[in-house]
């Protein structure tokens, strides 16, 4: 869902042709999407995205693609407070968003970057035999697919199909919707699905705070005894970098 450019375009390129020539076993029903997008990303003249990219995601857009911007009214009411809880997750972790990036922490980019973060903490768990890592992490992930990823995933490809899409944009919806609701059935999650876009004109999400909702308040509901460690979760072109706030160093510092 990035920009389309010719080096991001190059990237997914690469890394979905390693991806899918790997003989690891797929979720039922992700591999085929994930095929076609791949498929269409080679064939397709990158200069037909970039225009389709601004139509659908940008300023101007016809699909969002933020977690508060579905949902009824309420939901928008309580933007800061969703928003301070999808921070709370990634300090938790000792991660922040890149600096520069204007993406809030709901875009899509960096709930799906986090998920990657958290199965790779998974498997590294996993491969070492570390059972109370990997219970803490499967909890955070459990908790964040039900609290926030799961519950827009499908509003959003809802949303995103119903604007008439490009067929490379078409399949990232179907291939995206499918790999989320893998891991929720996976992680035993119970989202509670949203509804779709809502307007967020004289409400204003952002002059709406609840003094309550700081990210810092939610790190110890989240994960109340972290195993992460910041110092291994950078990765070159992520959107999510260690956190160089006192809390996140004080909860680091316990690992």
């Excluded at 039922?28 to 397709?44: E, I």
């Excluded at 519950?151 to 944009?169: G, K, R, V």
Aim: proline residues 7%; glycine residues 8%.
């Amino acid at each position: 869902f990035t920009y389309p450019s010719n080096a991001v375009l190059g990237q997914l390129k690469a890394r979905w042709s390693e991806l899918l020539s790997t003989s690891f076993p797929w979720p039922d029903g992700v591999r085929q999407p994930f095929q076609q997008a791949a498929h269409l990303v080679h064939t397709t003249d990158g200069e037909l995205l970039e225009p389709e990219h601004i139509r659908l995601f940008g300023p101007a857009g016809r699909c969002s693609l933020h977690e508060t911007t579905y949902g009824d009214a309420g939901r928008l009411l309580g933007k800061a407070a969703h928003l301070a809880d999808i921070s709370g997750f990634y300090m938790a972790f000792g991660l922040h968003p890149t600096t520069g990036d204007t993406h809030p922490e709901d875009h899509i980019c960096l709930e799906l970057e986090f998920m990657s973060l958290l199965s790779l903490k998974e498997a590294y768990a996993l491969a070492e035999g570390w059972d109370e890592h990997l219970e803490v992490t499967r909890d955070a992930q459990r908790k964040f697919a039900q609290d926030h990823l799961g519950t827009w995933i499908d509003a959003l490809a809802e949303q995103l199909l119903a604007c008439d899409p490009h067929p490379f944009y078409a399949a990232l919806a179907e291939a995206l919707q499918r790999m989320v609701c893998a891991e929720v059935t996976r992680l035993k999650a119970s989202p509670v699905p949203v509804g779709g876009c809502v307007a967020d004109t004289e409400m204003g999400g952002e002059t709406l705070v609840c003094p309550r909702a700081t990210a810092e308040d939610q790190v110890e509901r989240i994960l109340p005894s972290s195993l992460a460690n910041p110092e291994e979760q950078h990765r070159d072109g992520s959107r999510l970098h260690p956190s160089p706030s006192p809390a996140a160093r004080q909860i680091s510092g316990r690992c």
